[in-house]
């Protein structure tokens, strides 16, 4: 059993930057593949997703402004988001897959002026 529990979300303008946390319970933590995933519009995107090893691969959409890293110690995976754009607005989902799929309850970024 995995539980999720994303925060860092809020209202940054243009140009700023936030990060987001995802926590996780359970000990297998660094055994699992973890995923950002958002949704804008009943559109969801995969961002970001870092594997047990730390290899990484982003959106194309989000290279070179957002990255993705884990804790194992900590049982965390973040996502440092700079020179958000307004299209960056969404809610910010954790994910992983075990023995089922797990999803966290979701963290709203909104970037405007």
């Known amino acids: 059993q995995v539980q999720l529990v994303e925060s860092g979300g809020g209202l940054v303008q243009p140009g700023g930057s936030l990060r987001l946390t995802c926590a996780a319970s359970?000990?297998?933590?660094?055994?699992?593949?973890m995923v950002w995933y958002r949704q804008a519009a009943g559109k969801r995107e995969l961002v970001a997703q870092i594997?047990?090893?730390?290899?990484?691969n982003y959106a194309d959409s989000v290279k070179g402004r957002f990255t993705i890293s884990r804790d194992n110690a900590k049982n965390t995976v973040y996502l440092q988001m700079d020179s958000l754009k307004p299209e960056d607005t969404a809610v910010y989902y954790c994910?992983?897959?075990?023995?089922?799929?797990?999803w966290g309850q979701g963290t709203q970024v909104t970037v405007s002026s």
């Open positions: 594997t047990s090893s730390g290899s990484t």
């Open positions: 359970g000990s297998i933590f660094s055994l699992l593949r």
């Open positions: 994910y992983t897959n075990w023995d089922r799929i797990y």
